[in-house]
């Protein structure tokens, strides 16, 4: 089976997943995991590391039916909010949020 068609099934049986172009850092599978317990029914969630490795910087996609009715800035705050202890060690991180697409 190709990437390609591995990840198209993945997509299509609702999997939450990360990015397989770069090596699972601790701090992104930390992220990660506690994302998927705030958002449990998230369809994406995404966490790279873009600080080289040092685990400074962080960029997160995450797509929930949970950020129905809520605007840009209160989609953010939520993910803040699950992240807080994390964050206070972060240098940075960029968030991007959606609801999933039908």
Not at 12 to 23: D, E, Y
Not at 65 to 81: A, D, S, W
Request: glycine share 4%; hydrophobic share 35%; proline share 4%.
């Amino acid at each position: 089976m190709s990437f390609k068609n591995f990840y198209s099934k993945l997509l299509k049986m609702n999997f939450i997943f990360r990015s397989v172009s770069q090596v699972t850092t601790k701090p992104e599978t930390r992220i990660s995991d506690i994302l998927r317990q705030e958002f449990p029914k998230a369809t994406e969630i995404v966490v790279n590391d873009i600080s080289g490795g040092c685990g400074a910087m962080f960029e997160i996609h995450i797509q929930t039916p949970e950020f129905t009715g809520l605007n840009t800035v209160r989609q953010h705050l939520k993910v803040n909010h699950a992240l807080k202890d994390e964050i206070k060690d972060m240098h940075g991180i960029r968030i991007y949020t959606s609801l999933p697409r039908n």
